[in-house]
Every structure is written in structure tokens, then in C-alpha cells.
């Protein structure tokens, strides 16, 4: 049991590095009215926003926010009881 604790601690730090990655490579949003009025919102509701690099950026940074999360309770589980 102690050989999957190691290694799920080994994919939770990778994890971790990858979602800060991520995050920081991800462009900052506008702020306040003056993006709306200079067009943020049409690129915010935009049709291809999904396909462009930011939307794809934006899902995997979720997609590896939800494998933290998992991981944290799955090792924290396997702690308590193991």
C-alpha cells in the first residue's frame, strides 16, 4: 500500500507544477467596464472560443484542478485507513 501512496504523491506533485504552468500562462482578463465597451464580451461569448488557445488552455486547467482535487482526497483516504 505504501508503493501506491508513493506514487500517487509522485502524480500529485506533477500535478501540481502543470496546474501552476497553466495558470500562469494563461492571459489576464480585462478589467472592469472599459473591456466590455472595447469588445471583451464578444470574445468572451464567442462562438470559437473553445477552439482558440485560451479555451483550451482554460480546460485543461480544469481538467488537472479535478485530478488535484481527487488526488488530495484519495490520498488523504488512503492515510486515514491504510
Known sequence: MEVVRIILSVILGLDCLALIVLVLMQQGKTAGLSGAIAGGAETF?????????????????????????VLAVVLLILQRFA
Open 45 to 69: 461569448f464567442g462562438k470559437k472560443k473553445a477552439s482558440s488557445y485560451e479555451g483550451k488552455m482554460e480546460l485543461y486547467t480544469k481538467i488537472l484542478g479535478a485530478g488535484f482535487m
